[in-house]
């Protein structure tokens, strides 16, 4: 049993720091996802972002992390019964992240 799904799209990138995946795919269904995706929690302090969302359309949640401190950026996909816990505690659960993005130039 996963207890995290992947993206099946391998065509995404991240807009630094913004948790807003950018899709450069044509599939129109993702396109709108991102568009209609709802923000169910987020929090922040001491230069870290965290933001749980769902995507209604594609039936899909997401934690997006974004840490000013490392100049970091990543996307967690947890099962339903894991959010919150992921959404709490998302370093533990970075290695399964399936987009990470590092950049030191965000690093403040």
Same mark, same amino acid.
């Given at each position: ?46 230069? *870290? %972002? /965290? ?11 997401? &934690?997006?992390?974004? #840490?000013? =401190? ?13 959010? *919150? %816990? /992921? ?11 399936? &987009?990470?993005?590092? #950049?030191? =130039?965000?690093?403040?």
């Amino acid at each position: 049993m996963s207890i995290f799904r992947s993206s099946s799209n391998d065509d995404t990138s991240v807009a630094p720091c913004t948790g807003r995946p950018e899709q450069r795919s044509t599939d129109t269904r993702l396109l709108n996802a991102h568009v209609k995706q709802r923000e169910l929690a987020s929090r922040s302090g001491d230069g *870290l %972002e /965290v933001t749980l969302s769902w995507h209604p359309e594609i039936n899909e949640l997401i &934690v997006c992390v974004c #840490d000013h =401190r490392q100049g970091a950026y990543f996307e967690i996909r947890p099962e339903r019964h894991l959010a *919150l %816990e /992921v959404y709490y505690h998302p370093y533990a659960y970075v290695d399964l992240s399936d &987009v990470h993005y590092r #950049d030191d =130039r965000l690093a403040v």
